[in-house]
């Protein structure tokens, strides 16, 4: 077991220390405890290596924001352990974090198992809703609502213990990270790359997973290269709790029969092709040279991710649909300028630019826009409580009238916006 740094995830390992290192990542919300049914056969042949999300566990609560930030984690973990070869299993974001690995360190990955997985988790606006519910009500309700998502209803009725093991899990986990997770999950998207995985790939999931179906799985199975399906009859999210002498035996069948070693020249392989041939990278053209951006990427593409992680995909979708030959170009002036140019600098933080956007639009009037700024405000990180000191210190320079007028819109969002889920 390992204490966790800011750029570490905390681990255990079990099995025999001369045996090929198996890794299993947990489900958002869990403890690496929920693979606890799958250790004895597997180490039988392999040293298991389990870990723990940031603030799950008792971990550190170092929040991490995409499943690329959790892979290098992982990585600089596996470095300091002197691995670079191993074999992993990942469960919902841990299978995220596995698609990310088999991604950007092909060579090191010697054969992928993907658990109630998804190369994207449902809808970026679901997830960081969920986030908003966490932030303004903690992870009660959340917790409480577990076992729908991860059990059969069968499985609820007959293992009571579990399920009020699964709910403190998920009572137990720090909502900065939870909240963090959630960020992760809603910019995950790996639908664009999957062609590029070349490691051996078993896709396994539960038939009655609600959260990842099996429509998810056969997304994977259908764009990674010789992926093969394993669905599961009478599991859920969380499979490998609910069927685990099925996912047992899936797993040792997989690895024992689909692992590749690392040719020599595997590393050497993944450097670019210029740098091998000797060119000067200084010589190499940097992205956006010969754009009217003074030699800069166009900020559209970037204008377009932002307003959307601030607006939520409904509202720009909306905007975008109402355009038209009158309104087209102004639409596409907002995206380049104001979320390119402006809220894409790096200067200051989301929650900072939230906070002067309020200010700016109560000392205008503008409370239509007022309105979709306070649930972008939730999305950036800011609390009820914090919007309203916001807005009572409007009162003070921009006048009790618009600071009156303010709050009633802000008041409506909020309540809407963190309403407990039914």
Known sequence: MSDTNAETLQYRFDGPEDAPVLILGPSLGTTWHMWDRQIPELIRQWRVLRYDLPGHGGAAAHPATSTAELADRLTATLDQLGIEHFGYAGCSIGGAIGLQ????HPHRVASLALV??????????????TGVIV????????????????????????QGGIVDWAVQMVRTTDPGCYIAACEAMAAHDCRPDLDRITVPTLVLCGADDPVTPPADARVLVAAIPDARLAVVPSASHL????QPAAVTDLLVRHFGTAWNEPPVSAISAALPTRILAGADPAAVPADGAGSPYDGRPDPYENGIKVRREVLGDAHVDRAAENADDFTGD??????????????????????????????????????????????????NGLSAAEIKEVLLHTAVYCGVPAANSAFAVAQRVIREETAPQG
């Open 239 to 242: 499979v490998p709790v609910e």
């Open 330 to 379: 102004f639409q596409e002036f907002i995206t380049r300028y104001a979320w390119g140019e402006v809220w894409g600098r790096p200067g200051l933080d989301r929650r900072t630019r939230s906070v002067i956007t309020l200010t700016a639009l109560v000392a205008r009037g503008h409370y239509d826009e007022l309105a979709f700024h306070t649930r972008a405000a939730l999305r």
């Open 116 to 129: 109630s997985a998804a190369a994207r988790f449902g809808t970026p606006d679901a997830w960081r809703q």
């Open 101 to 104: 690995l088999a991604l950007r």
């Open 135 to 158: 932030r303004a009500n903690g992870l009660g309700q959340i917790a409480q609502g577990t076992p729908e998502r991860w059990f059969t209803t069968g499985f609820r009725a007959a």
